[in-house]
């Protein structure tokens, strides 16, 4: 394929990618202020869209200008095994990043929400101060501030107070 070529098609992947990126911004706030959701935690949404584009673009570029097939599938298997066991050590990681996602939109949890976990071994009550990336942050009724990481609210779930 001729440099002119490459050029062109790697401008219309950089416009779409860009455009994309635009509409996905503007659907996750449009989708935020519809829920009131918290600025924060649409930061956080938005990074990870973006990420996800980027990686995606960076990938159609490596193969738009000739790399190896067989040799980039060698080499993205390998760093994923590699990623995958260091994740597979922190696991936790991933999936509070997946709760975040899960709560931001499919969960009724709000920052101001009064709630109850539903643990036997973790008894919190308390007010949502904040819910980030990795955590949501309690206040709970002797005025202390208690981080529950998000995957322990999805998976042993929690009762909305107020």
Known sequence: MELKFKAVYLAILLITVFVI???????IIKFSLIKSIEPNRRKIIIWLAYLFYYFLALLIILLLFGIDTK????????????IGIGFFAQWSILSNLSASVILFFFHPLRIGSKIKILDSE???TGKVLD????????????????????????????????
């Open 122 to 124: 973790i008894n919190v």
């Open 21 to 27: 990126a635009i509409f996905t911004k503007k659907a």
């Open 131 to 162: 819910i980030t990336g990795f955590y949501t942050l309690l206040k709970t009724e002797d005025d202390k501030t208690v981080a529950i990481p998000n995957s322990i609210i999805i998976n042993k779930g929690m009762e909305l107070l107020s």
């Open 71 to 82: 040799q980039f599938v060698v080499f993205a298997s390998s760093v994923l095994a590699v």
